[in-house]
């Protein structure tokens, strides 16, 4: 049972516009959200975060926005740049709320590879 | 570069052996997470380790153990290899209390033949 899920394999855009990833969750324990970006033969890198008592958290040419009555999230990026041609993986966790933080492994969806066209 | 070092890269070996992969975490970082990834599986949570104990298990098969040292640095034990163990294993660090923002290694590519 997939709990964290990405329904879009892949994606295109043109360099400059808008890349929106969209990522959904089952599990309402879930407080903690974050998206990673991952290269061929590296370990993932975390790009930004956001905890269920934010919506929209921000840095940067990120955002990610958190809807929690759909247990939806999506990944913004603006302007896209070829650079950020990659694998973009949402995970998720729980007990930040209630533990203090970091007391839990990260539970990864499949992941989506963007691919940004010059 | 995240700060998390992992030995070694890449591992080849028969099944039935036995393996164990290593891990530094950043410093300062007291938690230590294990990850597989897999062509089917995706990303999985194997374990995870805190000031030198054992914190959460995820999905970690019997086979498989850890442990974390003094040093905070953290070896994954894989025994009875079998084909299907053949995996990319990541270990990823992390400060408690401050989120869980968890910082990735270059990952251990194991082959089982």
């Known amino acids: 049972d997939q709990q964290v899920k990405q329904n879009s394999p892949s994606l295109s855009v043109q360099e400059g516009r808008i890349s929106i990833l969209n990522c959904d969750y089952t599990?309402?324990?879930?407080?903690?959200f974050l998206w990673y970006k991952k290269y061929p033969a590296e370990g993932p890198t975390f790009l930004i975060s956001?905890?269920?008592?934010?919506d929209k958290n921000e840095d940067g040419r990120f955002t990610v926005f958190l809807n929690k009555s759909a247990k939806h999230l999506s990944l913004h990026i603006v302007p896209s740049q070829p650079g950020d041609s990659a694998v973009y993986f949402c995970?998720?966790?729980?007990?930040?709320?209630?533990?203090?933080?970091?007391?839990?492994?990260?539970?990864f969806g499949k992941g989506t590879h963007l691919i940004i066209q010059p | 570069d995240s700060g998390v070092t992992q030995t070694p890269k890449h591992l080849i070996t028969a099944t039935g052996q036995r393996v164990t992969l290593r891990c530094s975490p950043r410093?300062?970082?007291?938690?230590v997470y294990w990850y597989q990834q897999s062509l089917d599986q995706g990303l999985q949570f194997l374990i995870q380790?805190?000031?030198?104990?054992?914190?959460a298990k995820g999905n970690i098969l019997e086979r498989f153990s850890a442990q974390q040292f003094p040093d905070l640095h953290s070896e994954l034990n894989l025994s009875s290899l079998e084909l299907g163990d053949s995996a990319l294993y990541f270990c990823?660090?992390?400060?408690?209390?401050?989120?869980?923002?968890?910082?990735f290694g270059p990952g251990t590519r194991l082959t089982v033949l």
């Open positions: 995970a998720a966790s729980r007990g930040f709320l209630y533990s203090g933080g970091g007391a839990d492994g990260l539970t």
């Open positions: 410093s300062g970082d007291l938690s």
């Open positions: 990823a660090s992390s400060v408690q209390g401050l989120g869980n923002e968890q910082f």
């Open positions: 956001i905890s269920s008592i934010k």
């Open positions: 380790y805190y000031n030198g104990e054992e914190r």
């Open positions: 599990n309402s324990m879930f407080d903690y």
